[in-house]
Structure formats: structure tokens, C-alpha cells
């Protein structure tokens, strides 16, 4: 088989389950110890650049959010050699000047979900993982950047809230959010970031608005043939963006996240037994041998 180490990744979300223009196809099966991936990885060629997709919900949409095997797609990635990270991600708006159609980078994130695994850690090994600034700051900028070129409406920063779903919000709960100063909501943000963010990875989001949740009385109420009518030009949008981004992404990473791990890990590791020091040394193995 091929060398399948790769630096670039895209995660692609509601809408963008492959990437037209890839050559060189390769399609890659990773096994992880939390059980494989959302789907079969593609590798390939995308202007003269190796990069890996992996659509987070599987092809066909068969995942719901919770269901995503989120560990088991941040590990594989890293596994082969990921360093970036460019997630898409569909959201509603809080925002009226958010307007469906409109691209948002986010640099915050507030958790609202309660049944997702969201670290690699336990069992023996504790990190705290510093994670005030969620997103990789030189990606943000990079992605915003990208967006202005290719044309697309697009604001720079905000806060996303990410609830459980898979049901939308209700009006009250639309507006508690609204309160909050959040700028969007969407499903999928989290654990994927944090667990970037163990993983050393940069990681950042296009946020891809679609509708206006619930929290404004005179619009419709969210139904999945408005949300899947906005996500077609988002998507487009988005293709072009990644095609700019992945081309002027830095060979060498300047940046607090590939040293995440450095100061996290507060485990003696005298103290680690030997089967799970071997089992998380894709992790931590620079770090504890």
C-alpha cells in the first residue's frame, strides 16, 4: 500500500460529503481503539496538494450527531499524520445580519451537549488540555482570509453553541441562546474540537449559516428543506474556500496546538501501567516513553 501520510484534512458535515477534483484517489479503512470512523477515509491530490476527507456523518448522512464516532475520526486522522484540520459545519443563526447564506469563522464555543465521549484521557492518564482559545488562531485567520477571496459573505469570529439534537430548538430555548451573545448553533463543534486539540491538531471551523433558528417569531420555523436549500450554495462556497486554504496552510506550524500536551499531562508517569502508556503513545509517546 502507499504511503497514506498526509498533513491536511477536511471534515466535511451536512452537505459536502466528498470533494470533486480529487486525483489520485486512495481510499483508506483505520483501525482505532474506539472502533473505525464515521466512514472510509479518501485520500488524494487537490491542486497539487495530499489532503484526506472524511465526511462526518458517513456518506448517505447515516450518522446523527451523537452517533458520530468522533474519537475514532480525530485518532484515525492523526494516525496518519494529520496536522490541519478544516471542518464544515451547518448552523443557525442568532444574528440577523448572520444571514442564511452567510459563512461565519468562530472563535468561540459554549457546550451544551451531555452525551458525547469528549476526551481520550482517563483510565489511568490525566491532561487538562488549556482550551480558552478552542480554535487554531492561524487557521482562523487563514480560513477568513480565504473566504474574503473567494467571494464569500463572511464574518470574522463569534461563539457557537452546540447542542445535542438531533431535534432543533425550541423558541424558548432559541432565545435563552440569543441571550447569552452567542452568535450560532449547530450540532457537531464539539467533541471534535477539544479532541483536536488533544490530539495536537489545528483545528478550524466554516461555519455555514442556514437558517435563523427559532428565536425570531416572524420567520419559519426551521425544517430540514430550508436548511438543505442554503446548504447548496454554502457548500460551493466552502469547496472554493478549502481549494485556497489548503495551498497557503504553513509548512511548519507556529502555533500553540502542536504542543497542547506539553504542560497538560499531570499523571506520574511512573504510575501508568504499561498497556495504557502503549495504548495512547500516538498521543503522548513524545512526551512519556
Known amino acids: ?5 498526509v498533513k491536511i484534512a477536511i471534515i466535511g458535515g451536512t452537505g459536502l460529503y466528498d470533494i470533486e477534483g480529487l486525483t489520485g484517489i486512495e481510499e483508506v479503512n483505520v483501525d482505532t481503539p474506539y472502533g473505525p470512523p464515521s466512514d472510509t477515509i479518501v485520500i488524494g491530490t487537490l491542486n497539487g496538494i495530499r489532503v484526506a476527507f472524511l465526511p462526518r456523518h458517513g456518506k448517505g448522512h447515516r450518522l446523527m450527531p451523537t452517533e458520530i464516532p468522533v474519537r475514532a475520526n480525530i485518532w484515525a486522522l492523526k494516525s496518519l499524520g494529520v ?14 445580519e448572520v444571514a442564511p447564506g452567510h459563512l461565519l469563522i468562530p472563535d468561540q ?15 489511568g492518564v490525566v491532561a487538562h488540555i488549556g482550551f480558552a482559545e478552542p480554535f487554531c488562531p492561524d487557521m482562523r485567520r487563514l480560513l477568513y482570509n480565504c473566504a474574503m477571496e473567494a467571494g464569500a459573505t463572511v ?3 463569534g461563539t457557537y453553541v452546540v447542542m445535542e439534537g438531533p431535534a432543533f430548538s425550541t423558541r424558548a430555548e432559541s432565545k ?4 447569552w451573545g452567542a452568535d450560532v ?6 467533541p471534535e474540537a477539544k479532541l483536536a486539540r488533544e490530539a495536537e491538531i489545528c483545528y478550524a471551523i466554516i461555519a455555514c449559516s442556514t437558517d435563523y433558528d427559532a428565536w425570531h417569531e416572524e420567520d ?13 450554495t454554502n457548500m460551493e462556497l466552502s469547496k472554493r474556500i478549502i481549494r485556497l486554504a489548503i495551498e497557503k496552510l504553513p509548512e511548519l506550524r507556529d502555533c500553540p496546538c502542536p504542543t497542547a500536551l506539553q504542560n497538560a499531562i499531570v499523571t ?8 495504557r502508556k502503549e495504548h495512547m503513545k500516538l498521543l503522548i509517546g513524545k512526551y512519556i516513553g
Open 109 to 123: 464555543l459554549i457546550d451544551r451537549t451531555s452525551r458525547r465521549e469528549n476526551t481520550f484521557f482517563g483510565d
Open 268 to 275: 506520574d508517569p511512573k504510575t501508568i501501567a504499561p498497556d
Open 176 to 179: 435563552l441562546h440569543k441571550s
Open 155 to 157: 464574518h470574522n469570529g
Open 1 to 5: 500500500m502507499a504511503d497514506n501520510r
Open 185 to 190: 448553533i449547530g450540532m457537531t463543534a464539539l
Open 220 to 232: 419559519a420555523a426551521v425544517t430540514v428543506n430550508m436548511v438543505i436549500a442554503t446548504l447548496k
Open 83 to 96: 496536522e490541519h484540520i478544516i471542518a464544515i459545519n451547518s448552523v443557525g443563526s442568532f444574528k440577523r
